[in-house]
Structure formats: structure tokens, C-alpha cells
């Protein structure tokens, strides 16, 4: 199949060309932001950085860091670029804990976030002939109503599903003829799960493609997505403070999310030392939006850890592609001082043949950390005998120590007995945070 672009000239521009464009791009944006973001202006001021001082992207290694705790000193309206007459639309990130990220958008902004989008359901095959069903929350979640503008500008009937409700979502899906699923890779396997127990064969629905992300997920998971729901699966990166999702899609090609280079500058850093690492090397992302106008955050500390590569790819596009985050620096879990991330767990669970339905649960007692993991068992290997149940506990908890180095306690429970989520899944209880 030939390689569809939405934007070919932008996403297959040659790279030299592509950086002239940024630098053009940041010196611009570096002067809006001093002249309209006193926030910024202060930073900039106090690390002696001027706008005149940033000729180009070489420069941009000068500006100071903006993080999440600058957003919630700053909120609400501290980062403002424009003035809120101006601004058409906010949204706004779950806010588990503290206060809430509040992303303000222009018409200008919310036009090029859905340019975004709209050349991620191409890459994933999407053109006008597709019916695209969006499954992720609408509302102050970015992800429906990106994927909703994205899908409009490409032409998609489209479905404004949100999330939750599955039989409906499965019922449309099958009499309006879905071939794009938009939704969280939990979601996405939990209507594979719910497909399959209704007796559906993944060749019964239309879906070709779905369009996953808001949530690290694993290679071993797509494998299992894609085979349950008889499709390819594709991610999508972004967050809140950048618009949404689109920061980053996935091509044909599968290995990786080209970021849209001509609105986002890349960089990969120590999160420990904020020094800027070479391509190739694992870091924190840091993003620099060049065309935002109300919310336009330059050095935005993303904590995603993750890799970039420019290496070539057979799609065509020539924007430079990240790896699937490995996890966040605040979601990485230190547990009796070793480096757990969830991703490695759901890892060994997909490997040995269970699915993606886990909860790990840390607290700690008498000054020791403990560390369990509640495991779904598959209704196949469902058995009320202890000695098998604690069998197949140890060989699972076996498996976590070579991929960890530390063994969880495991502990199997019923099919379906850990809640399912139709938006971002919650995979981690630390109740150590609580004491
Ligand atoms: O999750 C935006 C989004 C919606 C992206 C729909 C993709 C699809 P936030 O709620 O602000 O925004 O959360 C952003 O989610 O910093 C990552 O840690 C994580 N994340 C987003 N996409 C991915 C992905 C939306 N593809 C935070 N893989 C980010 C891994 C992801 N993590």
C-alpha cells in the first residue's frame, strides 16, 4: 500500500530544511513569550537569557526549564500568551494529586493540535471512506476531542462516542461499521476481552485500525490487541500542557512516534543533571511548542523517559521518531531501592500468558517495603486447587525476579475481579505515599 501523507510536505521535508524552519519558528516564539509571559519573563531574566540572545535552535540550550511545578505556581492564568478574550477552549489534565493543569487554546492552536491529529489517522491508514469511532473521554480530557477534530479535518464519519458504555460502543462499532478505534490501550483490550466473550471472531467487525495511547503500554500488548481485535494497532503521544495528543504518531512502520517537528522541538536531558543528551540516549523528554500562541510553554519538562533516533524510516516521513516512554520519572517505582517500572511487569505477565489485568500494590511495614502484585487468572486456567494456584504463583513471581530483580508476592485472583477502565488504567496502589 502506498504511503498516505495528510501534510507531505511538512512531514517528509528534508531535515536541514525542517531545522531553518524551527529556528525561524523559536526566535519568534522566544520573543512573544518575554513580551506576553511575565512568568517566563522572570526566568528568562534571572538565568540573564534575552530574546535577542536566541538566534536559532543551537540556542536554544540558553532558556531555562519550565516543569509542573512551575504550572501549578503559575495556575491558573500565570502562562498565558494571549489575552483570554482571545482564547476559545481549555482543557485540562486528571489531577490525581495536587492541583490540576489548566491548558488555555486559541482558534489558531486548535486548529493546528487537530492538523495533529489528523495526520496521525492518516499515517494509520484514515481517509475519508473511514468511519472513526472515538473512545476516549470528551470533556476536559484532551483525547476525544483531539482525535474528533482530527478526525473531522480528515474526513471520517465520525463517532463522538467518549468512553465507558461497551456493549453500546460494541453495538455501534458493528452496525455503523467502526473501521478506526480511537481509545486508551487498556480500553482497547478490554473491548477485545468483551468482543470475544459475546462470541465475536475479530474477522465479524470492521476495524482495521486503532489509534492507541494516553498511557505507556507494551510491544507484547499491541501483539495481543492486534490479534484480538483483527487489527494494526498504532500509538499516539501527547499531553495536556502541549495541546494533547499528536505531539507524536506512529506510521506503517511501527517502531516509534514521529514527532511533529515543525510545531515541537525534542530534546532528551539528565533528569538528574538537566544537561541535554545526544540522540539515542535515554532521558527525560522536553518539548518547546513554536506555534502555540495562548498556552506556549518553551522547555516544557515532560518527566516521559524516553529515547529519540533519526534513523531513516521506510515510510517516508523524515520527522525524527521517539520510542514508546518507558514510564515516567514519577511513575518509576523504587522498591526496596530497586527500579520497578509497570511496564517490565505487564511484560512478563503477556509473556506468560496472561493478560494485561494487574495491580501492583506497595506499602510499607515495620520500615520494610512490601510488594505485591494481584494478577487476573485467564478463565482457562481458572482452578479452586491451592497447590496448582500457588504453582502457578511462584513460577509468575519467579519470572518477575529475573526481569526485576526482586521477587512480588503474587497473588492470582478470580477472572474479572480487578476493575476494568475506560480511560487511563490504574495500575499502581503505593500505599507508602499515604503514611
Ligand atoms: O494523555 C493526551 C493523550 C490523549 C495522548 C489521547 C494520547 C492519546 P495527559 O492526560 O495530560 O494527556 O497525560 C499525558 O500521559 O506525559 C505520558 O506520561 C502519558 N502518555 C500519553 N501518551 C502516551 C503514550 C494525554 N502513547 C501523559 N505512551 C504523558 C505512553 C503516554 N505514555
Known amino acids: 500500500m502506498a504511503e498516505n501523507y495528510y501534510q507531505k510536505?511538512?512531514?517528509?521535508?528534508?531535515?536541514?530544511?525542517?531545522?531553518?524552519?524551527?529556528?525561524?519558528?523559536?526566535?519568534?516564539?522566544?520573543?512573544?513569550?518575554?513580551?506576553?509571559?511575565?512568568?517566563?519573563?522572570?526566568?528568562?531574566?534571572?538565568?540573564?537569557?534575552?530574546?535577542?540572545?536566541?538566534?536559532g535552535i543551537e540556542d536554544l540550550h540558553k532558556l531555562p526549564f519550565l516543569s509542573k511545578a512551575d504550572l501549578r505556581d503559575a495556575y491558573p492564568y500565570g502562562l498565558l500568551g494571549k489575552p483570554l478574550k482571545e482564547c476559545v477552549r481549555i482543557h485540562s489534565t486528571s489531577g490525581t494529586t495536587g492541583r490540576r493543569v489548566v491548558a488555555f487554546y486559541t482558534q489558531h492552536d486548535v486548529d493546528l493540535w487537530e492538523d495533529c491529529c489528523a495526520r496521525a489517522i492518516v499515517a494509520a491508514g484514515g481517509t475519508d471512506e473511514d468511519v472513526c469511532q472515538v473512545a476516549y473521554g470528551y470533556g476536559l480530557f484532551t483525547g476525544g476531542a483531539g482525535l474528533h477534530g482530527g478526525s473531522h479535518k480528515v474526513g471520517c464519519l465520525t463517532l463522538p462516542m467518549s468512553s465507558g458504555n461497551t456493549d453500546r460502543q460494541i453495538q455501534f462499532m458493528e452496525d455503523l461499521g467502526a473501521t478506526i478505534l480511537c481509545c486508551t490501550p487498556s480500553y482497547a483490550a478490554y473491548v477485545g476481552e468483551s468482543l470475544k466473550e459475546k462470541g465475536y471472531k475479530p474477522e465479524d467487525i470492521p476495524?482495521?485500525?486503532?489509534?492507541?495511547?494516553?498511557?505507556?503500554?507494551?510491544?507484547e500488548m499491541r501483539h495481543q490487541i492486534e490479534e484480538t481485535l483483527g487489527i494494526k494497532a498504532y500509538d499516539i503521544y501527547g499531553l495536556t500542557e502541549t495541546s494533547g495528543p499528536g505531539v507524536a504518531f506512529e506510521c506503517s512502520e511501527q517502531t516509534g512516534m514521529h514527532i511533529n517537528e515543525d510545531h515541537f522541538i525534542a530534546e532528551i536531558i539528565d533528569p538528574d543533571t538537566g544537561e541535554v543528551l545526544p540522540e539515542g540516549e535515554k532521558g527525560e523528554l522536553v518539548f518547546t511548542a513554536l506555534d502555540k500562541?495562548?498556552?506556549?510553554?518553551?522547555?516544557?519538562?515532560?518527566?516521559?523517559?524516553c529515547v529519540l533516533s533519526r534513523k531513516k524510516c521506510s515510510c517516508g516521513r523524515t520527522l525524527i521518531k521517539m520510542a514508546k516512554p518507558m514510564g515516567r520519572t514519577d511513575?518509576?517505582?523504587?522498591?526496596?531501592?530497586?527500579?520497578?517500572f509497570p511496564s517490565q511487569i505487564e511484560t512478563v505477565l503477556l509473556n506468560e500468558g496472561y493478560q494485561p489485568n494487574y495491580q501492583i500494590i506497595v506499602d510499607r511495614v515495620n520500615n520494610t517495603d512490601t510488594f505485591e502484585v494481584n494478577v487476573e487468572m485467564n478463565?482457562?486456567?481458572?482452578?479452586?486447587k491451592v497447590s496448582e494456584i500457588l504453582g502457578m504463583e511462584r513460577k509468575l513471581s519467579d519470572a518477575m525476579k529475573i526481569m526485576l530483580g526482586i521477587?512480588?508476592?503474587?497473588?492470582?485472583?478470580?477472572?474479572?475481579?480487578?476493575?476494568?477502565?475506560?480511560?487511563?488504567?490504574?495500575?499502581v496502589v503505593d500505599k507508602r505515599k499515604l503514611v
Open 379 to 384: 478463565p482457562e486456567q481458572f482452578t479452586d
Open 293 to 305: 500562541e495562548a498556552f506556549p510553554l518553551l522547555r516544557y519538562r515532560t518527566r516521559d523517559i
Open 331 to 340: 511513575d518509576m517505582l523504587i522498591i526496596r531501592g530497586v527500579n520497578v
Open 407 to 427: 521477587n512480588p508476592k503474587v497473588r492470582l485472583v478470580a477472572p474479572k475481579s480487578i476493575v476494568r477502565s475506560e480511560g487511563k488504567a490504574v495500575r
Open 9 to 55: 510536505d511538512i512531514e517528509t521535508m528534508p531535515v536541514e530544511e525542517m531545522k531553518k524552519l524551527q529556528s525561524e519558528k523559536l526566535v519568534k516564539q522566544v520573543k512573544h513569550v518575554y513580551e506576553n509571559v511575565a512568568y517566563y519573563r522572570n526566568l528568562m531574566d534571572e538565568k540573564g537569557v534575552k530574546p535577542e540572545d536566541i538566534h
Open 207 to 219: 476495524l482495521k485500525a486503532g489509534i492507541f495511547g494516553a498511557e505507556p503500554w507494551t510491544e
